[in-house]
């Protein structure tokens, strides 16, 4: 019973280098979700998908791209690493818009830049 | 635009007595309310949640939720907390199919429960 998995937990990046973020599904799910979460902050959207082949911003999309090729599958791209995007990284999946049913969220991945 | 509003940061509770969490919000038409709960390095996890019908319902852990519509809150409750209870929770919002808001849901900053044994 896997449901929402993200690697890797934890990763440590120099300033500039790039890296993607993994998040899979299996729970059939078409709404998938990338946050960031910082202290005392709460979670703030950075992007979404209502579909394989189809992504739209989120509060906080700046320095982020995103992908969509399957369901299952929900990449997160940093493409030049700043500082200011140290944070801890959850993704969550949900049914759809007409669903009464909550999101299902990831264990992170913990991300340091220096 | 939706919002939720969380008041409290942090709230403290001794072991064996009722806690509350407090949550209010803004959304356009009818809400879908979801609490959820964070423990350490851990995603969030789904508690309760407020469709329509009884104004409380009930959830996981022994966790139950008031809702309120003409103060537009959703406080969670607990009649007798645990240690084991401690951690961040974080109110959400989205607005109900067909009402003409955002089906994204928006969620609080978080509050931390502390309960002391």
């Known amino acids: 019973n896997a449901g929402v998995t993200q690697t890797p937990k934890f990763r440590i990046l120099k300033i500039g280098q790039s890296m993607t973020l993994q998040c899979t599904q299996d729970?059939?799910?078409?709404?998938m979700y990338w946050y960031r979460q910082d202290p005392g902050m709460g979670l703030k959207l950075i992007y979404y998908s209502v579909g394989a082949g189809i992504t739209d911003k989120g509060e906080v999309p700046n320095g982020y791209n995103v992908s969509r090729s399957t369901t299952e599958d929900f990449p997160l791209r940093l493409e030049l690493a700043a500082p200011s995007q140290t944070s801890v990284y959850f993704c969550a999946s949900s049914s759809g818009d007409t669903s009464n049913q909550p999101q299902h969220f990831g264990d992170g991945t913990r991300l340091s830049i220096l | 635009a939706q919002s939720v509003a969380q008041p409290e940061d942090q709230v403290n509770v001794a072991e064996g007595n009722p806690l509350t969490v407090k949550c209010t919000y803004s959304?356009?038409?009818?809400?879908?309310l979801f609490w959820y709960v964070q423990y350490p390095n851990r995603g969030l996890q789904f508690l309760l949640k407020?469709?329509?019908?009884?104004?409380l319902v009930k959830g996981s852990y022994g966790f139950e939720a008031e809702f309120n519509k003409s103060q537009t809150s959703f406080h969670l409750k607990k009649p007798s907390a645990l240690v084991s209870d401690s951690a961040l929770y974080f109110c959400a919002v989205r607005a109900a199919p067909s009402s003409g808001g955002s089906y994204i849901p928006t969620f609080g900053r978080g509050t931390s429960l502390i309960v002391h044994p």
């Open positions: 959304v356009s038409g009818n809400p879908y």
């Open positions: 729970m059939n799910h078409n709404y």
């Open positions: 407020y469709i329509t019908g009884d104004n």
